[in-house]
Nanobody, 119 residues
Framework: QVQLVESGGGLVQAGGSLRLSCAASGRISSFNAMAWYRQGPGKPRELVAGISTSGSTKYADSVKGRFTISRDNAKNTVYLQMNSLKPGDTAVYYC?????????????WGQGTQVTVSS
């Protein structure tokens, strides 16, 4: 069983940047994709970005060009660089391990980290 711990959330002004990190306690299988989801107030949980074992990526239309997902398999860590943040990005962000990049079938969830963007 993989345990995921997110960090890097916080309060930032619109236009600012944050970098989220997600560390896995166990070894991430070389066959697992990783992803970030988010759930804003009163909104359903949504896929933000995913990355495959080969480095292929997928992004929600709302974050394309602003967010970048990356992974370091040697460190069992996945990152989400978030630039040009908007108030609409305010949400709890969750790291996941998925069976594949697409479809994104989640096998493990992190506990979440809060990101708040002020206007």
């Amino acid at each position: 069983q993989v345990q995921l711990v997110e960090s890097g959330g916080g309060l930032v002004q619109a236009g600012g940047s944050l970098r989220l990190s997600c560390a896995a306690s166990g070894r991430i299988s070389s066959f697992n994709a990783m992803a970030w989801y988010r759930q804003g107030p009163g909104k359903p949980r949504e896929l933000v970005a995913g990355i495959s074992t080969s480095g292929s990526t997928k992004y929600a239309d709302s974050v394309k060009g602003r967010f970048t997902i990356s992974r370091d398999n040697a460190k069992n860590t996945v990152y989400l660089q978030m630039n040009s943040l908007k108030p609409g990005d305010t949400a709890v962000y969750y790291c996941t391990v998925n069976r594949a990049l697409w479809p994104p079938i989640v096998t493990s969830w992190g506990q979440g980290t809060q990101v708040t963007v002020s206007s």
